[in-house]
Protein backbone atom coordinates (compact mmCIF):
# COMPACT_ATOMS: atom_id res chain seq x y z
CA UNK A 1 0.00 0.00 0.00
CA UNK A 2 2.49 2.48 0.84
CA UNK A 3 4.87 1.87 -2.10
CA UNK A 4 1.50 2.67 -4.51
CA UNK A 5 0.59 5.66 -2.19
CA UNK A 6 4.42 6.99 -2.62
CA UNK A 7 4.38 6.42 -6.00
CA UNK A 8 1.01 8.39 -6.71
CA UNK A 9 1.87 10.97 -4.26
CA UNK A 10 5.04 11.78 -5.97
CA UNK A 11 4.02 11.82 -9.54
CA UNK A 12 0.76 13.76 -8.27
CA UNK A 13 3.29 16.41 -6.74
CA UNK A 14 5.72 16.20 -9.70
CA UNK A 15 8.17 14.74 -7.66
CA UNK A 16 11.14 12.18 -8.99
CA UNK A 17 12.57 9.68 -6.71
CA UNK A 18 15.38 11.49 -6.81
CA UNK A 19 13.27 14.94 -5.87
CA UNK A 20 12.16 12.92 -2.67
CA UNK A 21 15.34 11.90 -1.50
CA UNK A 22 16.27 15.19 -1.51
CA UNK A 23 13.75 16.49 0.47
CA UNK A 24 13.51 14.02 2.58
CA UNK A 25 17.70 13.65 3.04
CA UNK A 26 17.43 9.88 2.57
CA UNK A 27 18.96 8.01 -0.52
CA UNK A 28 17.28 7.72 -3.85
CA UNK A 29 18.03 3.80 -3.44
CA UNK A 30 15.80 3.91 -0.11
CA UNK A 31 13.09 6.11 -1.55
CA UNK A 32 12.75 3.39 -5.20
CA UNK A 33 13.18 0.39 -2.54
CA UNK A 34 9.54 1.66 -1.19
CA UNK A 35 7.75 2.41 -4.30
CA UNK A 36 8.87 -1.23 -5.74
CA UNK A 37 7.14 -2.72 -2.21
CA UNK A 38 9.63 -2.79 0.10
CA UNK A 39 8.44 -2.27 4.21
CA UNK A 40 9.91 0.59 5.00
CA UNK A 41 11.81 1.58 8.93
CA UNK A 42 9.57 4.04 10.95
CA UNK A 43 13.00 6.43 10.65
CA UNK A 44 12.37 6.56 7.10
CA UNK A 45 8.79 6.66 7.13
CA UNK A 46 9.47 9.75 10.17
CA UNK A 47 11.54 11.37 7.30
CA UNK A 48 9.36 11.21 4.46
CA UNK A 49 6.19 12.58 5.57
CA UNK A 50 7.07 15.97 5.89
CA UNK A 51 8.65 15.65 2.72
CA UNK A 52 5.25 14.80 1.45
CA UNK A 53 3.23 16.85 3.22
CA UNK A 54 1.48 14.49 5.13
CA UNK A 55 1.30 13.42 8.58
CA UNK A 56 3.94 10.63 9.87
CA UNK A 57 0.61 8.75 10.81
CA UNK A 58 -0.97 8.70 8.15
CA UNK A 59 1.71 7.08 6.10
CA UNK A 60 1.96 4.84 9.02
CA UNK A 61 -1.60 3.71 8.79
CA UNK A 62 -1.08 3.32 4.62
CA UNK A 63 1.90 0.90 4.94
CA UNK A 64 -0.46 -0.42 7.69
CA UNK A 65 3.04 -0.25 10.30
CA UNK A 66 2.10 -0.17 13.90
CA UNK A 67 2.31 3.82 14.87
CA UNK A 68 4.89 4.46 17.76
CA UNK A 69 3.46 5.20 21.18
CA UNK A 70 5.00 8.45 21.02
CA UNK A 71 2.59 9.15 17.73
CA UNK A 72 -0.52 7.86 19.01
CA UNK A 73 -2.68 9.15 20.65
CA UNK A 74 -2.37 9.98 24.47
CA UNK A 75 -6.05 8.88 25.89
CA UNK A 76 -8.26 6.86 24.27
CA UNK A 77 -10.76 8.01 26.49
CA UNK A 78 -10.54 11.76 24.89
CA UNK A 79 -12.27 10.03 21.57
CA UNK A 80 -15.58 10.27 22.61
CA UNK A 81 -15.26 14.45 23.32
CA UNK A 82 -13.60 15.37 20.28
CA UNK A 83 -16.53 15.08 18.36
CA UNK A 84 -18.88 17.25 21.29
CA UNK A 85 -15.68 20.05 20.85
CA UNK A 86 -15.99 19.66 16.90
CA UNK A 87 -20.15 20.09 17.69
CA UNK A 88 -19.44 23.59 19.53
CA UNK A 89 -16.63 24.89 17.99
CA UNK A 90 -18.40 24.73 14.57
CA UNK A 91 -20.63 27.56 16.09
CA UNK A 92 -17.32 29.73 16.93
CA UNK A 93 -16.26 33.07 14.56
CA UNK A 94 -13.80 32.08 12.91
CA UNK A 95 -11.09 33.35 14.71
CA UNK A 96 -12.19 32.27 17.89
CA UNK A 97 -11.71 28.69 16.16
CA UNK A 98 -7.90 30.04 16.06
CA UNK A 99 -8.06 30.91 19.32
CA UNK A 100 -9.38 27.71 20.79
CA UNK A 101 -6.88 26.00 18.51
CA UNK A 102 -3.54 27.83 19.95
CA UNK A 103 -5.12 27.29 23.35
CA UNK A 104 -4.95 23.48 22.37
CA UNK A 105 -1.79 23.40 21.44
CA UNK A 106 -0.34 25.11 24.08
CA UNK A 107 -1.77 22.82 27.27
CA UNK A 108 0.72 20.43 28.62
CA UNK A 109 1.45 16.78 27.28
CA UNK A 110 0.28 14.75 30.29
CA UNK A 111 2.20 11.26 30.73
CA UNK A 112 0.35 8.39 28.99
CA UNK A 113 -1.22 6.18 31.99
CA UNK A 114 -2.56 3.56 29.72
CA UNK A 115 -1.37 2.04 26.04
CA UNK A 116 -3.19 3.39 23.38
CA UNK A 117 -5.64 -0.24 22.16
CA UNK A 118 -5.10 -1.95 19.39
CA UNK A 119 -7.53 -2.33 16.35
CA UNK A 120 -10.41 -4.78 17.59
CA UNK A 121 -10.34 -8.13 15.56
CA UNK A 122 -13.04 -7.15 13.83
CA UNK A 123 -11.02 -3.75 12.53
CA UNK A 124 -8.22 -5.82 11.64
CA UNK A 125 -9.13 -4.94 7.91
CA UNK A 126 -7.68 -6.85 4.66
CA UNK A 127 -5.24 -3.83 3.37
CA UNK A 128 -7.15 -1.21 1.24
CA UNK A 129 -8.18 2.43 0.70
CA UNK A 130 -11.34 2.05 2.88
CA UNK A 131 -9.42 0.60 5.65
CA UNK A 132 -6.43 3.11 5.51
CA UNK A 133 -8.48 5.82 6.04
CA UNK A 134 -10.40 4.85 8.82
CA UNK A 135 -7.30 3.61 10.44
CA UNK A 136 -6.37 7.69 9.64
CA UNK A 137 -9.70 8.38 11.51
CA UNK A 138 -8.93 6.35 14.44
CA UNK A 139 -4.98 7.69 15.04
CA UNK A 140 -6.89 11.01 15.05
CA UNK A 141 -8.64 9.40 18.32
CA UNK A 142 -11.90 9.46 15.95
CA UNK A 143 -13.75 6.12 16.17
CA UNK A 144 -16.46 5.03 13.82
CA UNK A 145 -19.13 7.07 16.03
CA UNK A 146 -16.70 9.95 16.77
CA UNK A 147 -16.15 9.98 13.17
CA UNK A 148 -19.71 10.06 11.74
CA UNK A 149 -20.30 13.01 14.12
CA UNK A 150 -17.39 14.51 12.45
CA UNK A 151 -18.40 14.10 8.82
CA UNK A 152 -21.91 15.98 10.10
CA UNK A 153 -20.73 18.97 11.37
CA UNK A 154 -18.05 19.31 8.87
CA UNK A 155 -19.58 18.30 5.71
CA UNK A 156 -23.46 17.70 6.72
CA UNK A 157 -23.22 14.18 5.44
CA UNK A 158 -25.16 11.99 8.33
CA UNK A 159 -23.90 8.42 8.36
CA UNK A 160 -24.21 6.24 11.03
CA UNK A 161 -21.03 4.91 13.10
CA UNK A 162 -21.49 1.51 11.31
CA UNK A 163 -21.47 3.07 7.85
CA UNK A 164 -17.78 3.86 8.65
CA UNK A 165 -17.25 0.57 9.96
CA UNK A 166 -18.13 -0.94 6.55
CA UNK A 167 -15.82 1.32 4.51
CA UNK A 168 -12.79 0.16 7.01
CA UNK A 169 -14.33 -2.96 5.93
CA UNK A 170 -14.56 -2.89 2.06
CA UNK A 171 -18.67 -3.41 2.50
CA UNK A 172 -19.03 -0.30 2.05
CA UNK A 173 -18.14 1.62 -1.63
CA UNK A 174 -15.64 4.62 -0.99
CA UNK A 175 -17.28 6.79 -3.48
CA UNK A 176 -15.49 9.85 -5.18
CA UNK A 177 -18.41 12.23 -2.53
CA UNK A 178 -17.40 10.33 0.39
CA UNK A 179 -13.69 10.41 -0.41
CA UNK A 180 -13.73 14.41 -0.95
CA UNK A 181 -15.84 14.65 2.92
CA UNK A 182 -13.44 12.11 4.54
CA UNK A 183 -10.22 14.47 3.05
CA UNK A 184 -12.49 17.70 4.84
CA UNK A 185 -12.40 15.37 8.02
CA UNK A 186 -8.80 14.17 7.83
CA UNK A 187 -7.46 17.90 6.66
CA UNK A 188 -5.99 16.84 3.69
CA UNK A 189 -6.36 17.84 -0.27
CA UNK A 190 -9.08 15.49 -1.77
CA UNK A 191 -6.32 16.19 -5.02
CA UNK A 192 -3.85 13.95 -2.60
CA UNK A 193 -6.37 11.54 -1.74
CA UNK A 194 -7.58 11.02 -5.23
CA UNK A 195 -3.98 10.49 -6.34
CA UNK A 196 -3.20 7.91 -3.75
CA UNK A 197 -6.89 5.62 -4.21
CA UNK A 198 -7.34 6.12 -7.70
CA UNK A 199 -10.99 7.30 -7.18
CA UNK A 200 -11.19 10.65 -9.03
CA UNK A 201 -12.89 13.31 -6.99
CA UNK A 202 -16.51 14.78 -7.43
CA UNK A 203 -16.67 16.92 -10.21
CA UNK A 204 -18.70 18.77 -7.84
CA UNK A 205 -17.49 19.09 -4.55
CA UNK A 206 -19.47 18.20 -1.87
CA UNK A 207 -20.66 21.18 0.91
CA UNK A 208 -18.38 21.72 3.63
CA UNK A 209 -17.97 24.15 6.69
CA UNK A 210 -16.73 27.77 6.10
CA UNK A 211 -13.90 27.00 8.73
CA UNK A 212 -13.66 23.10 8.02
CA UNK A 213 -9.67 23.40 7.73
CA UNK A 214 -9.54 24.85 10.96
CA UNK A 215 -12.00 22.57 12.64
CA UNK A 216 -10.04 19.41 10.65
CA UNK A 217 -6.89 20.68 12.31
CA UNK A 218 -8.73 21.00 15.72
CA UNK A 219 -9.25 17.45 15.36
CA UNK A 220 -5.41 16.94 15.07
CA UNK A 221 -4.36 18.98 17.50
CA UNK A 222 -6.31 17.37 20.46
CA UNK A 223 -5.31 14.06 19.39
CA UNK A 224 -2.00 14.17 22.23
CA UNK A 225 -4.65 15.46 24.94
CA UNK A 226 -6.32 13.40 28.17
CA UNK A 227 -10.00 13.19 28.21
CA UNK A 228 -10.13 15.55 30.79
CA UNK A 229 -8.28 18.12 28.62
CA UNK A 230 -10.67 17.73 25.95
CA UNK A 231 -13.53 17.66 27.86
CA UNK A 232 -12.71 21.30 29.31
CA UNK A 233 -12.12 22.62 26.13
CA UNK A 234 -15.58 21.56 25.28
CA UNK A 235 -16.62 23.68 28.01
CA UNK A 236 -14.42 26.82 26.85
CA UNK A 237 -15.98 26.52 23.97
CA UNK A 238 -19.56 26.33 24.91
CA UNK A 239 -18.78 28.80 27.16
CA UNK A 240 -17.94 31.30 24.05
CA UNK A 241 -20.91 31.13 22.97
CA UNK A 242 -23.01 32.10 25.44
CA UNK A 243 -20.70 35.45 25.88
Known amino acids: MLGVLLARLSDHRGLSPGDLSRLAEVTEAEVQEVRDGAEPSSSLLLRLAPALGWHDVDLFAFA ?8 TPLDARAGSWVASLINQARCLPSEHVDELRQRARSLPQRPRTRPFPPPHPWEQNEPSFGAAL ?4 AYRNLGWTSAAKCLLCLTGLGLAGATIGGIGRGVKELSPDLLA ?3 TVLGIPVGDLAAVTGIA ?3 NPPP ?3 AAADLAGLIWDVRRLT ?5 HLRDET ?6
Open 208 to 210: AHP
Open 227 to 231: SEQVR
Open 64 to 71: GIPVPDEL
Open 201 to 203: PPE
Open 238 to 243: EALQSD
Open 181 to 183: RFA
Open 134 to 137: VRML
